[in-house]
């Protein structure tokens, strides 16, 4: 069974950074890709980033494209949400997802219904 312990989410201001992690145990961490998500108060849960299974292609969504890095460390089982220039449309639960299915590899043609497996999340919040 899929367990994902997401982390270090609090409380900034605009402006600054946070770098959320994700914990992943029960699958081969290596062979899938991973997803981060959020989930605004009110809004519909929306896709921010995802890596490959081997972590050579990333994708961002447009609201974060350049402020947000994702990385993983496939020798601790984890991926990495690096957060500047955070703004306050940014406050959401953060969770981390692995890809449904192993060998993922990130495109253009990427999906929110490729991923799985959601944890408890950490929340961001963003004062402006």
């Known amino acids: 069974q899929v367990q994902l312990v997401e982390s270090g989410g609090g409380l900034v201001q605009a402006g600054d950074s946070l770098r959320l992690s994700c914990a992943v145990s029960g699958i081969i961490f290596s062979r899938y890709g991973m997803g981060w998500f959020r989930r605004a108060p009110g809004k519909e849960g929306e896709f921010v980033a995802a890596i490959s299974w081997f972590g050579g292609s990333t994708r961002y969504a447009d609201s974060v494209k350049g402020r947000f890095t994702i990385s993983r460390d496939d020798a601790k089982n984890r991926v990495y949400l690096q957060m500047n220039s955070l703004k306050p449309e940014g406050t959401a639960i953060y969770y981390c997802?692995?890809?449904?299915?192993?060998?993922?590899?990130?495109?253009?043609?990427?999906?929110?219904?490729?991923?799985?497996?959601w944890g408890q999340g950490t929340q961001v919040t963003v004062s402006s």
């Open positions: 997802a692995p890809s449904k299915r192993a060998y993922y590899l990130v495109t253009s043609g990427l999906a929110t219904d490729d991923f799985g497996s």
